[in-house]
Nanobody, 124 residues
Framework: QVQLVKSGGDLVQPGGPLRLSCVVS????????AGWFRQAPGQEREDIAC????????YYTDSVNGRFTISRDNAKNTVYLQMNRLKPEDTAVYYC?????????????????WGQGTQVTVSS
């Protein structure tokens, strides 16, 4: 089971920060790569950040690179997404995913477990 916990409100002002936490239960995150995805209305789910299971190499899509940071704490079985300098175009439902193995993937079809999704709205 993957539970997504949001630290902060559903509505964030442009330029503000928000942190998402993805708490995993039922399996050890040690053996899983992880990714954060988002889906805006009418659009496909896109990978915005992912992290490998061992060397913790990260990937960011261009639109969030430099503003978002993915990290993981295997002792807490948790993956985080720190989002800074949020923009209205970041508005979407955000999901975390877990993929068994070392390497993460930008393809959501490669992920076996998903959090339930949480709405993030950036607006003044």
């Amino acid at each position: 089971q993957v539970q997504l916990v949001k630290s902060g409100g559903d509505l964030v002002q442009p330029g503000g920060p928000l942190r998402l936490s993805c708490v995993v239960s039922g399996f050890s995150l040690d053996y899983y790569a992880a990714g954060w995805f988002r889906q805006a209305p009418g659009q496909e789910r896109e990978d915005i950040a992912c992290i490998n299971s061992t060397d913790r190499s990260t990937y960011y899509t261009d639109s969030v690179n430099g503003r978002f940071t993915i990290s993981r704490d295997n002792a807490k079985n948790t993956v985080y997404l720190q989002m800074n300098r949020l923009k209205p175009e970041d508005t979407a439902v955000y999901y975390c995913g877990a993929k068994r193995g070392i390497s993460s993937s930008e393809n959501p079809e490669n992920y076996e477990a998903w959090g339930q999704g949480t709405q993030v709205t950036v607006s003044s």
